[in-house]
Structures are given as C-alpha cells and as structure tokens.
C-alpha cells in the first residue's frame, strides 16, 4: 500500500516567464526510456513481482523503496513541466487565437491534449512505453540493469540541464543528479553485497562529477548524496544493510528514517483560454466558498 504527502520532494523556484521549449526538453526527463516514470515502474514491478523476499529482504527493501521514492521524482518533473509551461498563453475569445502561442513551440500537444500541463511523453511527444521495464527475475541482471538505467538518466538529466539554462528546470535536475547518484551508489552496493564486484570504480558515467552542477553541489553539501530516505512509517528497515559503510567520496551512508521535508506544491491557475478547469472565476469563487462552510 502507498501512503501520500502533499508535498514535493524540493521547493522549487517560481518562474518569471514561460518556457515552452524548456519543458518540451524537460519532458525527456519524465517519460523517457531513461525518465522518472522508466526508474518508478522497473522497481515497481521488480518489487512486485520479487522472489524469497523472506530471505532475500535486503534487496527487496532497497528496490521497493527507491521504487517510493521515485513516484516522487514523477511528482516533481511534472511540476517542473507545468510551471514553465505557465503563462505561455493569454484569455482572449477563441476568434482571437489565443492558443496560437502553443502552435509555433516544440510541442503542440502541450497545448492541444493537457491544458498546459504534463504529459506522459518523452521529449519528442512519444508516450512512456511498458517495455521500458525491464524485470528478468533473476536478481543480479535486474540490479545490474538497474545500475545502467541510473546511469543513462544521469547522460540525460546532464544533457537536458546543457539544454536550458532555466532556474526552475536547473533547481529541479541538480536535486535528481543527486538522489539519482544515491541510487547508483545503492545499486552498485547491492551488487557488490550479491557477487563481490566494485562496480563504484566505474563511477561517475559519464565522466563529471554533480559537483561541476551548482545547483547539485548545494545539495551534495547538505549531505544528501549519502541519504537513503525510508519512505515508510516501519517497514523496509532492511535497506540499512545494504546502504552502509563509506560513499565513494569517503563519507559515511546514513538512512534518515521518513521523507524529506520538501517544498510546496503550486497552485495552477485557471486557463480560460484552454477552458480548464471549465468553470468561470466567480463559480471556482462561489464553489469554494460553499465547500468551506
Ligand atoms: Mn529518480
């Protein structure tokens, strides 16, 4: 079972003008081969679908909950997304063309299938894919795979930030470069755990550490680079047997038992042009007011 925090992982920056193509890139780093939804469903599924978790429990604590915190990492893309897409266009009557602001950037579906918003698309508007997941059943194959998928985010998250200097969309990559890099040193842990190989002295792929990014290294310097989050109220103690010992950069692993204190979610203001959400100012006001009472 899941409980939810109305909460994103990070407070993130408010814009302070659209950027429709910037979300159109940032897309990549959502439903992409190697996005946020790639990462949450693999470990979902190879949670789901573990086998001798009685004896095994280690390394099914650890899967399952990066696999938490990963519904997260959605959470937070898509907000990304939806406030750089934010002020794109302007109220008019549909004779005006309001929406034609949304015709001559990268991606039209923005505009035309969510009202602005996110999608669960790749960069080139083609939708995450369930053979995205890979879950063989055998267990080194699957971490090890799941070592390679963190690493290909990581290729893509520093490409998207080379993309776009935008402060909301570098706020947001520089967090995931960091708890993305917590995941490959915990998948490369488990695999060292499971076969005695030190697949860290591969590290980092590619070749620069999230220290050249400023708005990682800011995190790395609160210690979060060596912070396994437990995202659970008493289960998957077991992930401390796993994420333990020193971080590559000579530090000690700690586990911080509960979520991250986070950031605000932003309230969306109504899009009339897009007729979203599809009630006037004064009845979203009127309908308030009455359900407050
Ligand atoms: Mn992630």
Redesign the pocket.
């Known amino acids: 079972m899941y409980l939810r925090i109305d909460r994103l992982q990070i407070e993130l920056p408010r814009p302070e003008e659209p950027d429709p193509n910037a979300a159109a890139a940032v897309q990549e780093l959502l439903g992409g081969r190697f996005g946020?939804m790639s990462?949450l469903m693999n470990y979902t599924y190879q949670s789901f679908n573990f086998r001798r978790r009685d004896q095994l429990k280690p390394f099914y604590d650890l899967i399952a909950n990066i696999a938490t915190?990963?519904l997260g990492?959605i959470e937070l893309v898509a907000a990304t997304v939806n406030l750089l897409l934010q002020g794109t266009t302007e109220p008019g009557a549909p004779e005006e063309a309001p929406l034609s602001p949304g015709k001559d950037v990268r991606n039209t579906h923005h505009f035309i299938a969510t009202a602005q918003t996110a999608l669960v698309a790749n960069s080139m508007g083609q939708p995450w894919q369930g053979d995205y997941v890979f879950n063989s059943g055998d267990l080194v194959l699957d971490l090890l795979h799941n070592f390679f998928l963190e690493c290909g985010?990581r290729l893509h998250k520093i490409r998207v930030y080379e993309m776009t200097k935008n402060p909301v969309a570098r706020e947001m990559i520089g967090y995931?470069l960091v708890?993305?890099g917590v995941?490959i040193v915990a998948y490369a842990k488990a695999l060292e755990k499971l076969t005695g190989v030190d697949l860290t002295k591969m590290l980092p792929i590619p070749k620069v550490e999230n220290s050249k990014f400023p708005e990682a290294r800011k995190f790395e310097e609160r210690g979060l680079h060596r912070t396994l989050y437990r995202f659970s109220l008493k289960d998957y103690q077991d992930v401390a047997k796993i994420w333990q010992g020193t971080h590559p950069d000579g530090g000690a692993l700690t586990v911080v038992d509960g979520p991250p204190e986070g950031g605000e979610i932003p309230v969306y203001p109504d899009v009339p042009e897009e007729f979203a959400p599809g009630l006037s100012p004064e009845e979203i006001a009127e309908l308030a007011q009455r359900l407050q009472r």
């Open positions: 946020e990462t915190e990963e990492h985010a995931l708890r993305g995941h």
